[in-house]
């Protein structure tokens, strides 16, 4: 599944109470399954910036994927992220 720009933002907009809503798949899974129908190869390098506290980056952990980096600036964050 290939998703232009203009589809992203859509998604990222979606709420639960959006018709496109995917019940029992958060949206850090939904990135995980974007990225592997794209990037099957485990070995990508990976940049997430505004990561946070790296929920998604822990998701590809999870799926199998390590070169990855998140960059964020919130101090909140930073000690989670550790």
Same mark, same amino acid.
């Given at each position: 599944?290939?998703?232009? $720009?203009?589809?992203?933002?859509? #998604? +990222?907009?979606?709420?639960? &109470? #959006?018709?496109?809503?995917?019940?029992?798949?958060? &949206? %850090?899974?939904?990135?995980?399954?974007? /990225?592997?129908? @794209? +990037?099957?190869? &485990? %070995? /990508?390098? /990976?940049?997430?910036?505004? *990561?946070?506290?790296? &929920?998604?980056?822990? *998701?590809?952990?999870?799926?199998?994927?390590?070169?990855? @980096?998140?960059?964020? /600036? %919130? $101090?909140?964050?930073? $000690?989670?992220?550790?």
């Amino acid at each position: 599944m290939k998703w232009s $720009p203009d589809k992203l933002r859509e #998604h +990222w907009m979606i709420d639960s &109470r #959006h018709e496109d809503y995917v019940p029992g798949k958060d &949206r %850090s899974g939904i990135v995980v399954d974007l /990225i592997k129908d @794209t +990037w099957p190869d &485990r %070995s /990508i390098k /990976i940049l997430e910036p505004g *990561c946070n506290i790296g &929920r998604n980056l822990q *998701c590809l952990i999870d799926a199998g994927y390590m070169n990855l @980096t998140g960059i964020d /600036i %919130s $101090p909140r964050a930073l $000690p989670f992220m550790r």
